[in-house]
Nanobody
């Protein structure tokens, strides 16, 4: 069974940094990325890497996505964190190579990891 296992969430003060990791097992994906969901809000796209690297405007310049293909792992380096970045962050993956911001296009999801940024 394909699994995406996230790690690296936690509590950090505003302006701090965190790095999230997501390891995929049992298959390789052409596109991997991150979404987040804050309480009372819809899940939103954060970043993804496939045929291109694409970021949501809200995180551009602060977050960086990278992949280690040998480890089948995707990372999200989050710098200059703000309280509005507080959310559960989900790793997502799909077989197709075209990056999309639509959550419904991703076939596989991790369990989520909580990121809390205090002011």
């Amino acid at each position: 069974q394909v699994q995406l296992v996230e790690s690296g969430g936690g509590l950090v003060q505003a302006g701090g940094s965190l790095r999230l990791s997501c390891a995929a097992s049992r298959r390789t994906f052409n596109t991997m990325g991150w979404f987040r969901q804050a309480p009372g809000k819809e899940r939103e796209f954060v970043a993804a890497q496939g045929d291109r690297t694409y970021y949501a405007d809200s995180v551009k310049g602060r977050f960086a996505i990278s992949r280690d293909n040998a480890r089948n792992t995707v990372y999200l380096q989050m710098n200059s964190l703000k309280p509005e970045d507080t959310a559960v962050y989900y790793c997502a993956a799909k077989l197709g190579v075209v990056v999309t911001t639509e959550a419904a296009r991703y076939n596989y999801w991790g369990q989520g990891t909580q990121v809390t940024v205090s002011s």
